[in-house]
Structure formats: structure tokens, C-alpha cells
T-cell receptor, first 112, second 116 residues
Framework: AQSVTQPDIHITVSEGASLELRCNYS??????LFWYVQSPGQGLQLLLK??????LVQGIKGFEAEFKRSQSSFNLRKPSVHWSDAAEYFC??????????FGTGTRLQVFP | GAVVSQHPSWVICKSGTSVKIECRSL??????MFWYRQFPKQSLMLMAT?????????EQGVEKDKFLINHASLTLSTLTVTSAHPEDSSFYIC????????????FGDGTRLSIL
């Protein structure tokens, strides 16, 4: 069955520290992969997406993600976290951009 | 670009009433719109997919007579929760996608629905 796993429910980091949010997927075909961020009480904002090509994808707000087919992973990274990055992060997978399957999310807390 | 507006952002109503939520694509033509439901501290669950001018496709377990979806134009889709009950209280989020292949979904800010 198709699924997305975000193993970390809650992550806390200090401002300025590096960040990596994990995402593993189970998918039969080559997936379309996405990372979205959600601030409290708001909708989702697209951080970055991977369809094909270069497996290291650059997104907005200084985020990047790397697609590793052998590990079925699409981890999100940021070299230096800002307090404004505190939010909920969702990884999503699909066979196109229509029927997306979302992970359960990782809540990021940033300490000053 | 790719802005999706959702209205209202918050609504409280009595049990038994119907509530309409609007989703508009402001700067692009949304051939496909999606409606999601999100319970507190949980992920998004797709409720239905609608294509402009066609009937919506509902996911398994979603009552189509309960959640009426209309996508009459390329910039507007509406979700009507009919005869709402407290168990329908949730955060409803819409998203929209343009016609060009490979376009990602762009999300509205959501509507928090509370049924008393």
C-alpha cells in the first residue's frame, strides 16, 4: 500500500542549529514528492517538490530536500533554523499532483 | 502567484444548519480543486476532488450527500456541509491546481468549522 511515514512527531532545535526532518515513503512507481509547511490555524504552503532530475531540490525559505530512491526517503534539511520556522511540516507523495498522500506531520519547535 | 483564498476562515453554527465554504483561485485558473479535512494534530485527509464542470469524485467513506461540492467555474469551488452536526466540526482546507501538467496543489488557509 502507498504510504508516507514521518518518524518524528515533534522536534526541538535551537535557533541557528541545523535541521533534518525525515520522510520515508512506500510507493509502487516513481513518486512525486512534496514538502509543505503549516502554521497554526492556516493552510499549507509548498516548500519544495521533486518530480524528476536532480535529486537535491532547493526550495523556499532556505530549505532543501534530497530524494534517495534506494532508501525511499525524501528528507528535508535547513542549515540554520530561524525562530519563524516553528511550524508543522508535512511530507506528501503522489503519482501526479492530484491524489496526494500526506504523512502525519512533524511539529518543529525552535528555542532562542 | 498561485494564491488560493478560502472563506470563511472560521464559522460557528448550530447543529442542523448548513454551512457553505468557498475556495477561490485568485490568479490562475484552477481546473482541479481538492477538499481536505484535518482533525486536531493529525494529517490531511482528502475528501473529494472536483474538476470544473464535472461532478466531484469522493473518497471512500465520505458522504457525498453530506458534503456537497460544486465547481462551477475555473476559479471557484464550494463545499457545503449539510445538516451539520458536532462530529462535523473540523478544519477544512481546499487546494487548487492549474491545467498545466506537473503543477503542484496550492492551498487555502482553511476554515475552522465548529458545530454547537
Amino acid at each position: 500500500a502507498q504510504s508516507v511515514t514521518q518518524p518524528d512527531i515533534h522536534i526541538t532545535v535551537s535557533e541557528g542549529a541545523s535541521l533534518e526532518l525525515r520522510c520515508n515513503y512506500s510507493y509502487g512507481a516513481t513518486p512525486y514528492l512534496f514538502w509543505y509547511v503549516q502554521s497554526p490555524g492556516q493552510g499549507l504552503q509548498l516548500l519544495l517538490k521533486y518530480f524528476s532530475g536532480d535529486t537535491l531540490v532547493q526550495g523556499i525559505k532556505g530549505f532543501e530536500a534530497e530524494f534517495k530512491r534506494s532508501q525511499s526517503s525524501f528528507n528535508l534539511r535547513k542549515p540554520s533554523v530561524h525562530w519563524s520556522d516553528a511550524a508543522e511540516y508535512f511530507c506528501a507523495v503522489g503519482d501526479n499532483t492530484d491524489k496526494l498522500i500526506f504523512g502525519t506531520g512533524t511539529r518543529l519547535q525552535v528555542f532562542p | 502567484g498561485a494564491v488560493v483564498s478560502q472563506h470563511p476562515s472560521w464559522v460557528i453554527c448550530k447543529s442542523g444548519t448548513s454551512v457553505k465554504i468557498e475556495c477561490r483561485s485568485l490568479d490562475f485558473q484552477a481546473t482541479t480543486m481538492f477538499w481536505y479535512r484535518q482533525f486536531p494534530k493529525q494529517s490531511l485527509m482528502l475528501m473529494a476532488t472536483s474538476n470544473e464542470g464535472s461532478k466531484a469524485t469522493y473518497e471512500q467513506g465520505v458522504e457525498k450527500d453530506k458534503f456537497l461540492i460544486n465547481h462551477a467555474s475555473l476559479t471557484l469551488s464550494t463545499l457545503t456541509v449539510t445538516s451539520a452536526h458536532p462530529e462535523d466540526s473540523s478544519f477544512y482546507i481546499c487546494s487548487a491546481r492549474g491545467a498545466v501538467g506537473g503543477q503542484p496543489q496550492h492551498f487555502g488557509d482553511g476554515t475552522r468549522l465548529s458545530i454547537l
